[in-house]
Protein backbone atom coordinates (compact mmCIF):
# COMPACT_ATOMS: atom_id res chain seq x y z
CA UNK A 1 0.00 0.00 0.00
CA UNK A 2 0.98 3.77 -0.05
CA UNK A 3 1.69 3.77 3.67
CA UNK A 4 4.07 0.86 3.13
CA UNK A 5 5.82 2.30 0.00
CA UNK A 6 6.32 6.16 1.53
CA UNK A 7 8.20 4.12 4.72
CA UNK A 8 10.46 2.36 2.15
CA UNK A 9 11.25 5.19 0.48
CA UNK A 10 11.83 7.12 3.41
CA UNK A 11 14.83 4.56 4.09
CA UNK A 12 16.23 4.24 0.72
CA UNK A 13 15.72 7.72 0.21
CA UNK A 14 18.17 8.22 4.07
CA UNK A 15 20.58 5.42 2.61
CA UNK A 16 21.59 6.69 -0.98
CA UNK A 17 20.93 10.38 -0.25
CA UNK A 18 17.49 11.00 -1.98
CA UNK A 19 15.25 13.40 -1.25
CA UNK A 20 15.84 16.67 1.34
CA UNK A 21 15.74 15.91 5.12
CA UNK A 22 12.69 17.23 5.75
CA UNK A 23 11.31 15.38 2.84
CA UNK A 24 12.33 11.75 3.87
CA UNK A 25 11.34 12.90 7.85
CA UNK A 26 7.61 13.35 6.46
CA UNK A 27 7.51 10.30 4.38
CA UNK A 28 8.05 8.87 7.45
CA UNK A 29 5.71 10.70 9.32
CA UNK A 30 3.20 10.15 7.06
CA UNK A 31 3.83 6.29 7.16
CA UNK A 32 3.34 6.28 10.84
CA UNK A 33 -0.19 8.66 10.51
CA UNK A 34 -1.53 5.83 7.72
CA UNK A 35 0.13 2.83 10.01
CA UNK A 36 -2.33 4.40 13.20
CA UNK A 37 -5.19 5.69 10.74
CA UNK A 38 -4.75 9.08 11.86
CA UNK A 39 -6.00 11.66 8.89
CA UNK A 40 -3.49 13.27 6.87
CA UNK A 41 -3.64 17.23 6.54
CA UNK A 42 -4.49 18.31 3.17
CA UNK A 43 -0.76 19.64 3.43
CA UNK A 44 0.55 16.04 4.32
CA UNK A 45 -1.53 14.97 1.77
CA UNK A 46 -0.29 17.34 -1.29
CA UNK A 47 3.73 16.69 0.03
CA UNK A 48 3.65 13.07 0.05
CA UNK A 49 2.23 13.11 -3.91
CA UNK A 50 5.02 15.43 -4.27
CA UNK A 51 7.61 12.86 -2.92
CA UNK A 52 5.96 9.96 -4.28
CA UNK A 53 6.24 11.47 -7.92
CA UNK A 54 10.26 12.66 -6.98
CA UNK A 55 10.69 8.75 -5.98
CA UNK A 56 9.10 7.52 -8.89
CA UNK A 57 11.87 9.95 -11.34
CA UNK A 58 14.06 8.34 -9.35
CA UNK A 59 13.01 4.80 -10.68
CA UNK A 60 10.26 3.45 -8.67
CA UNK A 61 6.78 2.42 -9.75
CA UNK A 62 3.65 2.56 -7.97
CA UNK A 63 1.48 -0.99 -7.48
CA UNK A 64 -1.93 0.68 -7.38
Known amino acids: TSKELLKYYQGWAKKNNHL ?4 RKLAFAIGRYNKNSW ?3 IRQAKQGEIILNEVEKLGFKRNW
Open 20 to 23: KSWQ
Open 39 to 41: PLS
